[in-house]
């Protein structure tokens, strides 16, 4: 099983809801590496590295915050980088 990468951008109410320390959290239980970031125009931008099933139970994981609503997220593979950490971006 190899590893993949995607980048994520979710809309909805994603900021101002703890959802990077959820995502960060998230990440180190799952083994996942890669970054998140909130954007200007209100949407968090993320990329995942991991195995598929970790990256998905990390989404899942995410989705369950309690103020967290995602409305909708666009998707895109990416070639892994071989990124070991997971971290918040400023």
Same mark, same amino acid.
């Not at 979710?10 to 239980?29: E, K, T």
């Not at 949407?43 to 590295?49: K, N, S």
């Not at 994981?61 to 309690?66: F, N, T």
């Given at each position: 099983?190899?590893?993949?990468?995607?980048?994520?951008?979710?809309?909805?109410?994603?900021?101002?809801?703890?959802?990077?320390?959820?995502?960060?959290?998230?990440?180190?239980?799952?083994?996942?590496?890669?970054?998140?970031?909130?954007?200007?125009?209100? &949407?968090?931008?993320?990329?995942?590295?991991?195995?598929?099933?970790?990256?998905?139970?990390?989404?899942?994981?995410?989705?369950?915050?309690?103020?967290?609503?995602?409305?909708?997220?666009?998707?895109?593979? &990416?070639?892994? &980088?071989?990124?070991?950490?997971?971290?918040?971006?400023?």
């Amino acid at each position: 099983m190899e590893k993949i990468r995607r980048h994520y951008i979710f809309y909805g109410r994603v900021q101002g809801v703890g959802f990077r320390y959820r995502a960060r959290a998230s990440a180190d239980s799952y083994g996942v590496s890669g970054w998140v970031r909130n954007l200007s125009d209100g &949407t968090v931008e993320m990329e995942a590295e991991g195995y598929e099933e970790s990256i998905d139970k990390m989404i899942q994981s995410i989705e369950q915050g309690r103020y967290v609503v995602i409305e909708n997220l666009r998707v895109k593979e &990416t070639k892994p &980088t071989g990124e070991r950490y997971f971290r918040i971006l400023d």
